[in-house]
Structures are given as structure tokens and as C-alpha cells.
């Protein structure tokens, strides 16, 4: 038997908790998150603690902090309490250090998007735009809100699937994994790429698999 470390989550404080548990479960997908305020300015940023949570109805879910460094709600979560929309796009390497830098938190009022010199494209369903270039783009409602001593969990309702031309074949509704490198979070500022795949048989079965690795 190998040897193995105990810790006793109630003995920590919440910020020790937050390290190990976002140092442990990785890698993790990101939501790159777009919303727009009452005045009508647009704001974007990253959250790993994020994924899908079903099909029917089709929901993804981000959670985000109380509070920003500055001591108030963050512009996610008060533009969502607002108006109910956001939309989650999928960064890939292309677009890493762009989603990388939405972490930083700019100016009230002003726009990271802005910034950054990154441009939009209008949504189909929802005020917030999706961001130009974004491999994936899901425009979401709000479905449920839940929140705790820490944070806003919002579960959205998928409305619409905007993607890269080319990356879903929409007769077999397949994805074209050839053309899709999204990155994942990996602790802090690590991030790691999704280039490295490799495919196994379901267990018990003699039948081979009917697709490769690059289209799913």
C-alpha cells in the first residue's frame, strides 16, 4: 500500500481549502464570459470553476467570487443578477493570453474588451456580444442562482451555439477535434494544451471504436 497523507477540511481556513482543492481537481475547462451592465458597457473575464451540467435542459454552470479585489460584487455576477444573460465562449491557444489578461480587473466602467482591442459580434438571443475570433460561443439565460458565505453559482440556460465555420459537422453533429484546441486551467497562472490525446475501447467490448480520435 502506498503511503498517503490525511487533511482534515474543517481544521482549514477557507483560503487553504480554495488552494488545494483549485490545485487538485485539474485540469479544468474555462468559461470565458462576456455580460453587459445597465449602462451598456461590456465585460468580460475567466472562470475555471465552470462546466456543463446537463443536456435537457441544456445547462452550464460558473461560479464566481462575492466580491472583487476592490471589496465590491463582480461585474459578472451583478450584470447577471441585472439582466440574466451572459454568454461562455471556449478560448483556444490563439486567444489564451487575451483571456488570460480579462483577469485583471480594469477600471469600473470600462470595458476589458475595450482594452484589449478585441471586437464582437452581436448575439442572436442575448445583450451581451460574443467575442470575435472565440472558437465556441454559448448564449445563456439565466436558469437558477444559488449563492453561499463565498460565492454566486449560476446555472445557465444554453439558447444558442454560435462556432468556428467548419468546426461541427451539423449532418452527423459531429466536432471536428482537428480544428479544436481549446486550453484548460492548471492551478494559478498555469494553463496546459489539449494537444495530447489518446483514445481507450469501452470496457468489455470487442468492438473497435467508429470514430477517431480527431472527430467525436
Keep these: 500500500m502506498k503511503p498517503v497523507q490525511d487533511i482534515d477540511f474543517g481544521a482549514l481556513t477557507a483560503y487553504q481549502r480554495y488552494k488545494l482543492m483549485a490545485s487538485l481537481i485539474v485540469p479544468r475547462p474555462i468559461a ?28 452550464v454552470m460558473i461560479s464566481v467570487n462575492h466580491h472583487n479585489g476592490q471589496g465590491r ?6 450584470n447577471i443578477l441585472a439582466n440574466g444573460q451572459f454568454v ?4 483556444d491557444e490563439g486567444l489564451a493570453e487575451a483571456m488570460h489578461a480579462c483577469a485583471v480587473e480594469s477600471p469600473e466602467g470600462v470595458s476589458e474588451l475595450d482594452l484589449l482591442g478585441l471586437q464582437t459580434l452581436p448575439s442572436h438571443t442575448v445583450l451581451p456580444p460574443c467575442i470575435d ?5 454559448f448564449e445563456c439565460v439565466l436558469h437558477e442562482h444559488l449563492h453561499n458565505e463565498s460565492r454566486h453559482v449560476f446555472f445557465g440556460r444554453v439558447q444558442w451555439l454560435r462556432v468556428r465555420q467548419g468546426l461541427v459537422d451539423t449532418q452527423t453533429w459531429r466536432v ?6 481549446p486550453v484548460a486551467r492548471f492551478g494559478a497562472s498555469f494553463y496546459v494544451r489539449t494537444r495530447d490525446r489518446f483514445a481507450m475501447d469501452e470496457p468489455g467490448s470487442d468492438t473497435p471504436r467508429s470514430t477517431t480520435i480527431d472527430e467525436i
Excluded at 460584487?73 to 451583478?78: I, M, Q
Excluded at 461562455?88 to 478560448?91: G, I
Excluded at 475570433?133 to 460561443?137: C, I, Q, S
Design 88 to 91: 461562455v465562449h471556449m478560448p
Design 32 to 59: 470565458w464570459v462576456t455580460t453587459v451592465n445597465p449602462q451598456g458597457v461590456v465585460n468580460a473575464a475567466p472562470f475555471s470553476m465552470f462546466n456543463m451540467v446537463g443536456e435537457d435542459p441544456p445547462l
Design 73 to 78: 460584487l463582480k461585474d459578472t455576477a451583478a
Design 133 to 137: 475570433g472565440a472558437p465556441v460561443a
Design 176 to 181: 471536428r477535434l482537428q480544428d479544436y484546441f
